[in-house]
Nanobody, 123 residues
Framework: QVQLVESGGGLVQAGGSLRLSCAAS????????MGWFRQAPGKERQFVAA????????RYADSLKGRFTISRDSAKNTVYLQMNSLKPEDTAAYYC????????????????WGQGTQVTVSS
């Protein structure tokens, strides 16, 4: 069992940065691939980024490459999403998720989800 708690969301002006954190409980955290997804009101959930259990492989949504960076600190049981050059269209609830079967871009392949943290980017 893995429990995930996101933090770090908030209100930021366009062009600004935020770093989201996802703290995980459970001794097996280091064996899970981790991902970030987002969902804006009235829109479908969107893949943002993912990282393998060792942190050696990362995947990003094509539209977000170069602006967002995913990382993990297994000693702290935490995964991060650094978001730079934020745009109003990045406004959404951001969720972290854990996958037991390896890095994935599809939400259906994730086993555990956090409650989400809201990111609002003003123009």
């Amino acid at each position: 069992q893995v429990q995930l708690v996101e933090s770090g969301g908030g209100l930021v002006q366009a062009g600004g940065s935020l770093r989201l954190s996802c703290a995980a409980s459970g001794r097996t955290f280091s064996t899970y691939a981790m991902g970030w997804f987002r969902q804006a009101p009235g829109k479908e959930r969107q893949f943002v980024a993912a990282i393998s259990w060792r942190g050696s492989i990362t995947r990003y949504a094509d539209s977000l490459k170069g602006r967002f960076t995913i990382s993990r600190d297994s000693a702290k049981n935490t995964v991060y999403l650094q978001m730079n050059s934020l745009k109003p269209e990045d406004t959404a609830a951001y969720y972290c998720a854990a996958a037991s079967h390896g890095i994935a871009t599809m939400g259906d392949l994730y086993d555990y989800w956090g409650q989400g943290t809201q990111v609002t980017v003003s123009s």
